[in-house]
């Protein structure tokens, strides 16, 4: 079973740094993610990254991810300690000012870790940095906001997974994990 991965988030970093993807600060991030797990949804029924998105001023975001970034500086990141020194493991992480605006920066410690990724994950990702590899953060935000998934969900609030796909049979197969994943759940923990 899939499951959220600080590691393979921050090899897909990497990844996109060794693949030359320009501009990857925090806000790129989110979009590259979100286009990606959209994509491998699509074609083989699961994401890559398990991260739970919202619908932010800026287009979509991965939670567990921006709250790992965001508390990577602070001091009382206790519920977030491990997520933060395996993220610093792989990265380095520059947070700038400019103009009032935070940029941050990542800079890889270590070359990627394919063996991290499936062939069908390391496919998608190769797709992903080849068509957004010159946006800017505006440009792929714009594209995010056009998403049917993005227009139908209220400000702040979770994307549904099934909306991130198009086909009903897509739809109807992820219905049906999500309610085998629930009863496996509790099953375990009764």
């Known amino acids: 079973m899939n499951q959220y991965s600080v590691k393979k988030v921050a090899n897909a970093i990497v990844y996109f740094s060794e693949y030359n993807v320009q501009h990857v600060g925090k806000t790129k991030l989110m979009k590259l993610m979100y286009f990606a797990d959209k994509m491998h949804l699509q074609n083989y029924g699961k994401t890559i990254f398990c991260d739970d998105y919202y619908k932010l001023q800026r287009g979509p975001v991965a939670s567990?991810?921006?709250?790992?970034?965001?508390?990577?500086?602070?001091?009382?990141?206790?519920?977030?300690?491990?997520?933060t020194d395996e993220f610093l493991d792989v990265l380095n992480i520059d947070i700038k000012k400019d103009n009032g605006e935070k940029i941050t920066n990542f800079r890889p410690k270590s070359s990627f870790q394919k063996e991290l990724f499936s062939k069908s994950e390391l496919k998608i990702l190769k797709s992903i940095s080849e068509k957004y590899r010159l946006y800017t953060k505006e440009q792929i935000s714009e594209e995010s906001h056009h998403l049917t998934e993005y227009i139908n969900t209220e400000l702040n609030s979770i994307i549904d997974i099934v909306d991130m796909v198009d086909e009903e049979e897509q739809k109807e197969y992820i219905k049906y994990w999500q309610n085998e994943h629930k009863q496996f759940n509790k099953m375990i923990h009764s």
Not at 66 to 82: G, Q, R, V
């Open 64 to 83: 567990l991810t921006l709250n790992i970034i965001n508390n990577i500086n602070e001091d009382d990141n206790e519920d977030f300690k491990s997520y």
